[in-house]
């Protein structure tokens, strides 16, 4: 794939009104996610809840692309078809995490995300299985003293290599730094600094390993206050933070910024995201999302396991798909 293909799906990625669907849960997260519900976790249910989602009529209309995990994307859906498939008909297209999650760094406080070994290897069957962009998830922890100088580069550096083999493979990666800001007591000028100290080092390093800033999407958190901050703000305030950080750290060749959602209830994600849309008209990236917990809480709630809530289910998952590609607007 050349380079301008990948910038099309880039900037496709964050068509107007459209964004992302994060379902690429590991096996361990999607485990918590269905005892939530009552639901028990086989292959089966597992891959049951992504079909629901891949076969809702419309949500195209909404979602440009969704995340897959490994095993999503591998097996066939207890239909007997192939998600990457399903999707490709909507002209949704199909991604896939590819890192192997976090490990203890340095300290039991700080993590570094794995996933580099046979990471080539493994690009070259996914492209087989249909994906065509790709994403990485480096996590840090606000606290006192954290995240360290140490953390921030180990990581960076692994986004940035992350980056390269995949566009050198032909996919569009989406860098996800995900600073957990709604952990804690801090306030949002707190969030704000480690935000951007994070997200400057990341473009330092990407740049360093000339990873091409076309052919790639942002994936941040939000600049917002600790849910224990006594002194919560507004979602005008977080909006204007949010995208201050993002005018000192993210070059402007960068097509697209898709938000991770990290806990907020759906209508908060939904609402900070179209506050950031409303204030803010002519920035140099599109401002989209890149939600899991927001885009599908509800819709998991509503669906609970059982085959005859599958149509209401599907409902749901529209309305708030719809939400979210409104706020895209400003809407
Ligand atoms: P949340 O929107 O639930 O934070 O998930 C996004 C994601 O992909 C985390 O890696």
Redo the contacts with the bound molecule.
């Keep these: 794939m050349t380079s301008n293909n990948l910038d099309e799906i880039a900037k496709s990625l964050v068509a107007p009104g459209k964004g992302i669907l994060?379902a690429?849960e590991s096996t361990g997260t999607m485990t918590k996610r269905l005892d939530a519900i009552g639901v028990a976790s086989t292959v089966e249910n597992r891959s049951k809840w992504r079909e629901i989602m891949a076969t809702t009529a419309g949500a195209e209309s909404a979602i440009s692309g969704v995340?897959l995990f490994d095993e999503t994307i591998r097996n066939q859906l207890p239909k007997g078809s192939m998600i990457a498939d399903l999707l490709r008909k909507k002209k949704i297209h199909p991604g896939i995490k590819v890192d192997k999650g976090i490990v203890k760094f340095n300290s039991d406080e700080e993590t570094f995300t794995l996933g580099l070994d046979g990471l080539t290897e493994r690009l070259e069957e996914y492209k087989k299985l249909g994906a065509v962009f790709t994403?990485w998830?480096a996590v840090y922890k606000v606290e006192k003293n954290l995240p360290s100088a140490a953390a921030i580069t180990a990581n960076s550096v692994g986004l940035a290599q992350f980056a390269l083999l995949s566009q050198k493979s032909g996919f569009v990666p989406i860098v996800?730094p995900?600073v957990l800001v709604l952990k804690g007591s801090h306030d949002l000028k707190k969030s704000k600094v480690v935000t951007e100290k994070v997200l400057k080092d990341v473009f330092h390093w990407l740049k360093q390993f000339g990873v091409n800033f076309d052919s790639m999407l942002l994936?941040p958190n939000m600049a917002l206050p600790g849910r224990d901050c006594p002194n919560q703000t507004t979602a005008k305030e977080i909006a204007r933070a949010t995208v201050e950080v993002l005018r000192v750290a993210v070059p402007k060749q960068v097509p697209g910024i898709v938000f991770?959602?990290?806990?907020l209830t759906p209508d908060e994600a939904t609402e900070y995201l179209k506050t950031m849309n409303k204030i803010y008209r002519n920035l140099p990236w599109q401002l989209s999302f890149?939600?899991?917990?927001?885009l599908q809480q509800e819709a998991l709630k509503a669906w609970s396991g059982k085959s005859n809530n599958v149509k209401a289910t599907q409902a749901v998952f529209l309305v708030r798909a719809k939400k979210v590609s409104a706020a895209r607007s400003g809407k």
């Design positions: 994060a690429d995340i994403k998830r996800e995900e994936k991770l959602s990290g806990g890149s939600f899991g917990r927001a």
